[in-house]
């Protein structure tokens, strides 16, 4: 049986592409070296056959002549015809070599050699191959005569074919022996390893859980070896690679605060993680799988459904409510999805779920402390707003009193001294007057309670108003101010108020933070539509913090500068929401050592071009860019 067994494996050598092809190639190559081979044998072979036909018409004439009759003439015809009945002889001429006439017997030969005495063997064969001559000068038969043969050689053709049909026997035997014993050693040194890998490939394919059982063996000692070493190497390395895969996988899933759920095809709980199981307070998933939890409340009117038969709806990712227990139902954050298996169909529906009850109290409280923090600014805001009017009214008192004593409108005072007092009384409460206006109008900001007096506004005049307040203050500190306003600037549709207060504010910190001999300049014109105003100073600059820390209410940038003037840090805030209520926007741009630019900018729906009409809101009918 083990012959019968080696022939059905070398059966199967045969049916292999490869084989087949690799035999084919063998055989084709076969084939054309014996065919290049071939050509030189038949001719060798025809050539043989031609000298063999020659030496038997020459043994032919010299039985003729052997015979006697060369000295008459009609006796030598006479036995040449005799010969020739008995050979492969024509016909022939003998010409005498003393020059008596010629002697003809049978077919008369087409060759005629000139002079008969040539001392040369000439041969000529028929253009069909059936007939052959010879000439044999007269040397050759003893000095008598020269001797031409006309030769049978129609039998030489049937000599070849049946020599080219013994070749090419020889030649199909040998290429099939040949071709099947290569393909059969292909197949068993070639073939049959790659069989073997190639099925122990599919084999893993199948069963990819445990890859190293599919190891081939019977390893060579060629390269066909090495590739089964490397191969066995491969399975190795991805079984060993899968398990660790598993076992990460397996470790960051158990170990994982979120509850993880699978479910199969049906809506069978096959897994659930340690945080699954506490959720649901169990410590057995067969005995979770058999009370059916979790459920999805969808409604507390209606049944809940299984998280299987829920998960089976779709991916999806949203908060829902879970009953974990029969007594107990949490709030959860549930992200699902599903692996598809072969043809697309899911074949594993599976779960992450999350208990948000804590984060939902969190939440709580945090809405709870905004709305708090929030009643706590509006009531901050409330209270300035209450003491801002409350103490203005006692500030003016003070500011028309002191006034009134220090210009002495009733007579003297008496004293020097009480004079001075009355002048520092008028300054700190026109001071904190000012102080007050800017807490009242940050309040009013706060508290949305702001609101705009808008009318037609001359920038240029605003900004000449602005750099005479401001200009005694600059004199002091010996800093230059220089001015650059586009001529023909449209009036700008906004609160007066505001807008000097903003050019105020933005001019007193330039020359606040600007050392001696520096200088503040202020620009004015359209850009894309709107306006632009740029109030840039080469004071002390700050850094990307210290914008921010100026920016924010009751922020001061510390510098040895500030101590010359008293501040509460709501210059720059109070700029910005004034922009703001404008629609504009503000952009403070800073280097350390180097300066300060500071760019409001107002769009263009707050320009007003010549002829332009106000609406009964106070509020221009059209705007347009200018």
């Not at 022939?92 to 070599?97: D, E, K, M, R, S």
Request: charged content about 20%; aromatic content about 6%.
């Amino acid at each position: 049986m083990a012959w019968f067994r080696n022939l059905r494996t070398y059966a199967g050598f045969l049916r292999s592409r490869l084989a087949r092809r690799v035999g084919s190639a063998v055989f084709l190559s076969i084939l054309v070296i014996e065919a290049i081979i071939l050509i030189p044998s038949y001719l060798n072979y025809e050539r043989d056959l031609l000298t063999r036909l020659e030496l038997e018409g020459r043994a032919t004439i010299m039985t003729l002549f052997q015979m006697g009759h060369h000295a008459d003439p009609k006796e030598l015809k006479r036995g040449a015809v005799q010969v020739m009945e008995e050979s492969r002889l024509l016909g022939g001429a003998l010409y005498p070599v003393f020059g008596d006439p010629a002697i003809l017997f049978g077919e008369v030969p087409v060759l005629r050699p000139n002079p008969p005495s040539e001392s040369w063997v000439v041969r000529e064969r028929s253009a069909d191959g059936n007939v052959y001559e010879v000439y044999w000068p007269g040397t050759e038969f003893g000095n008598f005569y020269a001797v031409v043969v006309r030769l049978d050689a129609s039998w030489i053709a049937g000599e070849l074919a049946a020599f080219v049909v013994r070749i090419l026997g020889l030649v199909l035997l040998i290429s099939t022996f040949v071709t099947l014993v290569t393909m059969f050693i292909v197949g068993r040194l070639v073939i049959g390893p790659v069989l073997r890998l190639h099925q122990s490939a599919v084999a893993a394919a199948e069963n990819p859980s445990r890859p190293d059982d599919y190891l081939v063996t019977g390893e060579q000692n060629d390269e066909l070896g090495e590739v089964t070493r490397a191969f066995n190497r491969m399975l190795s390395d991805v079984a060993s690679t899968q398990r660790q895969e598993i076992a990460r996988v397996v470790a960051m899933t158990e170990n994982s605060i979120a509850g993880n759920f699978a479910y199969d095809a049906a809506g069978r709980l096959v897994y659930c993680n340690r945080a699954a199981l506490a959720l649901c307070a169990s410590d057995d998933p067969e005995r979770l799988e058999q009370r059916g939890h979790p459920k999805v409340v969808v409604d507390e009117s209606q049944d809940p459904v299984t998280f299987g038969e829920y998960l089976r709806q779709g991916p999806s990712t949203e908060e829902l409510m879970l009953r974990v227990s029969a007594d107990s139902t949490v709030p959860c954050l549930v992200s699902s999805n599903c692996l598809h298996g072969e043809g697309g169909a899911p074949s594993l529906y599976f779960a992450s779920v999350l208990d948000v009850t804590e984060m939902h109290a969190y939440r709580d409280r945090l809405e709870k402390q905004n709305f708090e923090l929030e009643a706590a600014s509006h009531a901050k805001s409330q209270f300035l707003a209450n003491m801002s009017h409350e103490l203005r009214t006692p500030l003016n008192a003070i500011i028309g009193f002191s006034e009134v004593m220090t210009q002495q409108v009733f007579g003297p005072l008496g004293n020097d001294r009480y004079g001075h007092y009355a002048e520092d009384i008028h300054t700190s409460a026109v001071h904190l007057l000012s102080i007050i206006g800017d807490v009242l109008d940050l309040a009013k900001i706060e508290a949305d309670k702001a609101e705009l007096s808008e009318q037609q506004v001359d920038i240029s005049d605003a900004i000449a108003a602005c750099l005479r307040i401001v200009g005694a203050r600059a004199e002091e500190g010996q800093v230059g101010l220089e001015t650059e306003i586009a001529p023909g600037l449209p009036a700008l549709y906004a609160d007066e108020r505001l807008i000097k207060q903003i050019l105020l504010n933005l001019l007193s910190n330039a020359i606040k933070f600007t050392p001696e001999q520096g200088t503040v300049k202020i620009h004015a014109g359209l850009d894309g539509g709107g306006l632009r105003i740029v109030v840039r100073d080469t004071g002390i600059g700050m850094s990307e913090a210290e914008i921010e820390k100026a920016l924010s209410p009751f922020g001061q940038v510390e510098s040895a500068l500030t101590r010359k003037h008293q501040g509460t840090g709501l210059g720059l805030p109070l700029v910005k929401s004034f922009v703001e209520l404008h629609g504009g926007t503000l952009l403070v741009t800073s280097t350390k050592g180097a300066g300060t630019t500071v760019t409001v900018r107002f769009g263009a729906k707050r320009i007003l071009q010549p002829g332009v009409e106000r609406g009964d809101t106070g509020r221009p009918d059209v705007m347009q860019a200018g």
